[in-house]
């Protein structure tokens, strides 16, 4: 968008003059090392994202609508309590937080609900909602109603411009990924994810840069997910990746900020603060993601490997290890509980 920095300017920008969320190199190293050692396994991947039963398994037009879908009512799962959260069941097994949202979208999608279908969803009412989304808790999905706000508008646009599918966005951008996000973010209002900090307008994009980064994942660098510049999109900057990243001594918060965040502080949307520790979190997994690339390109220097040092670098990203540090968060969530999660209630992530 015009006049905003992008992630990654915003993330470098903020981290700079952030008084209250700070890089720890040491704890960026830890994190690298680790990533490092799971790429050399060879899993580390673009392929890691159709390993999860609930992601699609085709890499169609089908698939890539279900991902824009998903993409548009990924946000705030959180709850008030970890030991009490919006839960589905699906095929025995019980899911919570995005899983929830993919296990209810595949569950409405197995009842005969074309809730993948831009025709049916531009319309769709609220009781329909309720009945997709149903919570088998006591704990009812948040801010449905802003769900279905957000995907009656999408599938509005997509209807209207694009013949009812995601994957004419798609084509228009031309295999770009930053063309393809600032379709998103002119297309679709709900993805634009953008705060005024230090006299800057930032961008974040955490849900319009998941989209792409599933889109990819979900066709896995092919067809519909084939783009140039991939390595281009960042992580997605969310509540659970800080937390993650302040556990591996990545990032450390000021006193008085974890104080906050230790009362259960609901922060407001765009607020300082909450842009610092989202914004610093950025740019915390682009120098993760540098070291990386370092690691590859010295080990493939110093052993004479046939695969130039750029063609592998390029196999590590951003997207990979935001993926890699979300799967590890949820992994060891009882681990990582001591350290609290920044609550904020808004569309955004």
Same mark, same amino acid.
């Given at each position: 968008?015009? !006049?905003?920095?992008?992630? @990654?300017?915003?993330? @470098?920008?903020?981290?700079?003059?952030?008084?209250?969320?700070?890089?720890?190199?040491?704890?960026?190293?830890? $994190?690298?090392?680790?990533?490092?050692?799971?790429?050399? =396994?060879?899993?580390?991947?673009?392929?890691?994202?159709?390993?999860?039963?609930?992601?699609?398994?085709? %890499?169609?037009?089908?698939?890539?609508?279900?991902?824009?879908?998903?993409? $548009?009512?990924?946000?705030?799962?959180?709850?008030?309590?970890?030991?009490?959260?919006?839960?589905?069941?699906?095929?025995?097994?019980?899911? =919570?937080?995005?899983?929830?949202?993919?296990?209810?979208?595949?569950?409405?999608?197995?009842?005969?609900?074309?809730?993948?279908?831009?025709?049916?969803?531009? =319309?769709?009412?609220?009781?329909? %909602?309720?009945?997709?989304?149903?919570? *088998?808790?006591?704990?009812?999905?948040?801010?449905?109603?802003?769900?279905?706000?957000?995907?009656?508008?999408?599938?509005?646009?997509?209807?209207?411009?694009?013949?009812?599918?995601?994957?004419?966005?798609?084509?228009?951008? *031309?295999?770009?990924?930053?063309?393809?996000?600032?379709?998103?973010?002119?297309?679709?209002?709900?993805?634009?994810?953008?705060?005024?900090?230090?006299?800057?307008? $930032? !961008?974040?994009?955490?849900?319009?840069?998941?989209?792409?980064?599933?889109?990819?994942?979900?066709?896995?660098?092919?067809?519909?997910?084939?783009?140039?510049?991939?390595? &281009?999109?960042? %992580?997605?900057?969310?509540?659970?990746?800080?937390?993650?990243?302040?556990?591996? !001594?990545?990032?450390?918060?000021?006193?008085?900020?974890?104080?906050?965040?230790?009362?259960?502080?609901?922060?407001?949307?765009?607020?300082?603060?909450?842009?610092?520790?989202?914004? $610093?979190?950025?740019?915390?997994?682009?120098?993760?993601?540098?070291?990386?690339?370092?690691?590859?390109?010295?080990?493939?220097?110093? &052993? !004479?490997?046939?695969?130039?040092?750029?063609?592998?670098?390029?196999?590590?990203?951003?997207?990979?290890?935001?993926?890699?540090?979300?799967?590890?968060?949820?992994?060891?969530?009882?681990? %990582?509980?001591?350290?609290?999660?920044?609550?904020?209630?808004?569309?955004?992530?």
């Amino acid at each position: 968008m015009e !006049g905003v920095l992008s992630p @990654r300017d915003a993330g @470098r920008f903020i981290s700079e003059t952030s008084k209250d969320v700070f890089i720890e190199d040491g704890g960026v190293q830890k $994190v690298a090392n680790k990533i490092y050692e799971k790429s050399r =396994t060879g899993e580390f991947n673009v392929k890691m994202w159709r390993k999860h039963e609930l992601n699609p398994q085709t %890499m169609d037009e089908d698939a890539v609508n279900w991902v824009f879908v998903s993409a $548009v009512l990924n946000f705030s799962f959180w709850s008030e309590k970890e030991s009490n959260r919006f839960t589905v069941q699906y095929k025995d097994k019980s899911h =919570t937080g995005y899983w929830a949202l993919c296990a209810a979208m595949n569950r409405a999608l197995d009842e005969g609900n074309k809730i993948t279908t831009a025709s049916y969803y531009s =319309t769709v009412t609220m009781d329909q %909602m309720k009945q997709m989304f149903r919570s *088998d808790s006591e704990i009812e999905m948040p801010l449905l109603e802003e769900r279905q706000r957000v995907l009656v508008e999408a599938g509005g646009v997509l209807m209207k411009k694009y013949q009812g599918s995601f994957a004419n966005v798609i084509r228009e951008a *031309d295999k770009s990924a930053q063309s393809l996000l600032r379709l998103v973010l002119q297309e679709f209002p709900s993805f634009r994810d953008v705060a005024d900090y230090g006299g800057k307008k $930032v !961008g974040l994009y955490k849900r319009a840069q998941i989209l792409i980064g599933d889109i990819w994942g979900c066709c896995e660098g092919q067809g519909l997910g084939e783009f140039t510049d991939i390595n &281009t999109i960042t %992580m997605f900057a969310d509540y659970r990746i800080p937390q993650a990243l302040v556990y591996f !001594g990545a990032l450390r918060y000021s006193d008085s900020l974890m104080e906050k965040l230790k009362q259960c502080h609901l922060f407001k949307s765009g607020e300082k603060l909450e842009v610092e520790i989202r914004g $610093v979190s950025l740019w915390a997994c682009e120098l993760i993601r540098d070291s990386i690339a370092a690691k590859i390109s010295a080990e493939i220097s110093s &052993t !004479g490997q046939e695969k130039k040092p750029e063609e592998k670098v390029a196999e590590v990203n951003a997207i990979l290890v935001d993926h890699y540090l979300w799967d590890l968060r949820r992994e060891m969530a009882d681990e %990582m509980s001591p350290i609290p999660f920044h609550r904020c209630r808004g569309i955004y992530y």
